[in-house]
């Protein structure tokens, strides 16, 4: 079977699903996503474990029936195996497996019986797969999904569904895939979930373009034992992209984000890419007041690199003058936007994020950071005040200015900061606005960028080039002297063509000029003529 049948079977699995929910009456309802993400997993997780088992003992894999088999091993024959597995696998006990509640799904009581089965996994697993709060409290794997059906008559035959529909289809052979048929997965499975419907912050998906950019520009050369942050991680887009660009067995994935649903979201991407000993390092949380990650000392981490893609505008008004206080005052060098009279929406968070980004480095750190395009010109104010920082520290290695609507949610012109504590030479600037073609996403218009534009973006950058009307390499010196504008276009040089021609053929030329200038006049003075005879009629009348 094909990669693309891999693919295919798994797309088909994820829509069932998603069926059987709108059949009992939860389609488009808010809690929707987490029957199906979950249902999900718990697949995910069945078939992980007898993949990794089977490598394990030869006579399960040989076996015509392997759960059958190893529901015949005493207690420390069974216990044996499940030290041997990685990290990265959910133990199971044989109450868990699918085939198992299959085999129930008969019995009264069965949606219980099932909710039982998903806490107890949870709950047996809960040192590695469990999500914190800011305030130190454990979001769990599982919830109890057929309570999300009002009706208590029909959770039994609802769960019936979803059990008779997942023994249905194995998902062992999809475990040697790589990242990409993951990420196709991922997106496919949260397509309908994954939208910034009220969150406080950004949920929606980073297009691939610019996860890829930003991590094939961050990581240029290999490199081992180090850890990745994203100060706004919604569903994890650019920290997957990012980690498997370093090596998922390479780096260690730190987060915050204040959502519940990104970080349910994140883990579960965590889980499918390899990730799972980062799971306790992803945080639920308000990052802005309330950052988690320090160190023994109490101050905050220090991270090698550093991607985000934050809100832009948002109403943090209820806690703003929580954040000016001492404490903050050197992670927030460049000043706390104030509160405005009217719009409070509007407030400029980014500028708090890119602050937090900058402040979180370790002495050798990089980092990517989207933002509006407006924060690379803004002539004062914070924005200004924030890349003066980085021009006179000399910690930028540059800017990629992206097309217009590149993300289908939001018309805002984006640019990615590229911030790197080691770069002392110059800076490269790239205009790639013109680049992309457009394309229709839903009700929305979308710009996308072809794989040979990326390149074009990740190569230009990487190797300082600078070609004509699209990029730049300048020294800091030279942006001082621009006002500390990062945009390329004020860069760019104006050309101006010289052509050589005869004393006879300028003649000729300017005669041409003036002779175009004179019926231009003449038009001129007729229609003043015939306006000012109109006036003339109009009055009379």
């Known amino acids: ?305 550093i991607v985000s893609n934050p809100p832009f505008k948002l109403d943090f008004s209820d806690y703003r003058n929580d954040l000016d206080c001492k404490e903050n005052k050197d992670r927030f060098f460049a000043g706390i936007p104030n509160i405005p009279k009217q719009a409070k929406d509007k407030m400029a968070i980014y500028l708090l994020f890119i602050q937090h980004i900058i402040f979180s480095l370790s002495k050798k750190g990089k980092a990517a950071v989207v933002v509006p395009t407006g924060f690379i010109t803004a002539q004062s104010g914070i924005d200004k005040a924030i890349r003066e920082k980085l021009i006179e520290s000399k910690m930028l290695a540059g800017v990629v200015s992206m097309p217009s609507n590149i993300f289908a949610t939001t018309g805002t012109n984006v640019s990615i900061v590229f911030i790197d504590k080691t770069n002392k030479g110059d800076v490269v600037l790239i205009d790639a606005s013109n680049l992309g073609e457009t394309v229709k996403d839903g009700k929305n218009q979308k710009t996308v960028l072809t794989p040979k534009e990326e390149q074009q973006i990740i190569e230009t950058f990487n190797n300082k080039k600078a070609l004509d009307d699209f990029s730049v390499v300048v020294s800091y010196n030279e942006i001082k002297q621009k006002n500390y504008s990062l945009s390329a276009g004020q860069y760019f040089e104006v050309k101006i063509e010289y052509v050589d021609i005869t004393a006879d053929e300028f003649d000729e030329k300017m005669e041409g000029f003036e002779k175009n200038l004179n019926q231009l006049f003449w038009k001129s003075r007729t229609l003043e003529s015939e306006i000012q005879n109109n006036l003339k009629g109009l009055r009379y009348e």
Request: glycine share 6%; proline share 2%.
């Open 1 to 305: 079977m094909t990669e693309l049948d891999f693919r295919e079977k798994t797309k088909a699995l994820i829509d069932s699903l998603k069926s059987i929910s709108a059949n009992f009456g939860l389609g488009n309802d808010g809690n929707e996503f987490k029957i199906i993400t979950q249902v999900f997993l718990y697949k995910f997780m069945n078939d992980k474990f007898a993949f990794e088992i089977k490598k394990l003992d030869s006579k399960l894999r040989n076996a015509k029936n392997w759960e059958k088999e190893i529901s015949s091993y005493s207690e420390d024959k069974y216990e044996m195996l499940l030290l041997q597995l990685g990290g990265d696998t959910a133990k199971l006990k044989p109450q868990h497996f699918i085939s198992e509640l299959f085999g129930r799904q008969n019995e009264s009581d069965f949606a219980k019986l099932f909710d039982d089965t998903l806490i107890d996994i949870a709950n047996y697993n809960n040192d590695i797969f469990s999500v914190k709060t800011d305030g130190g409290a454990k979001v769990v794997l599982f919830d109890r999904i057929t309570e999300y059906i009002s009706d208590g008559s029909i959770r039994d035959t609802f769960a019936k569904a979803i059990i008779n529909k997942l023994v249905g289809v194995s998902f062992e052979h999809i475990f040697n895939q790589k990242f990409d048929f993951y990420a196709t997965i991922f997106e496919y499975l949260i397509k309908d979930y994954n939208t910034n419907s009220g969150g406080k912050y950004a949920e929606y998906f980073t297009p691939h373009a610019v996860a890829k950019i930003m991590a094939a520009i961050l990581v240029n050369e290999p490199v081992q034992d180090v850890t990745v942050y994203d100060p706004s991680a919604g569903s994890g887009t650019l920290l997957m992209n990012i980690a498997h660009a370093i090596g998922e067995d390479k780096c260690t994935i730190y987060s915050q984000d204040i959502s519940q649903k990104s970080s349910s979201l994140l883990r579960l991407n965590l889980i499918l890419n390899n990730l799972v000993h980062s799971i306790q390092n992803i945080i639920q949380g308000n990052t802005i007041l309330h950052p988690y990650h320090k160190d023994d000392n109490g101050a905050l981490e220090k991270f090698d690199f």
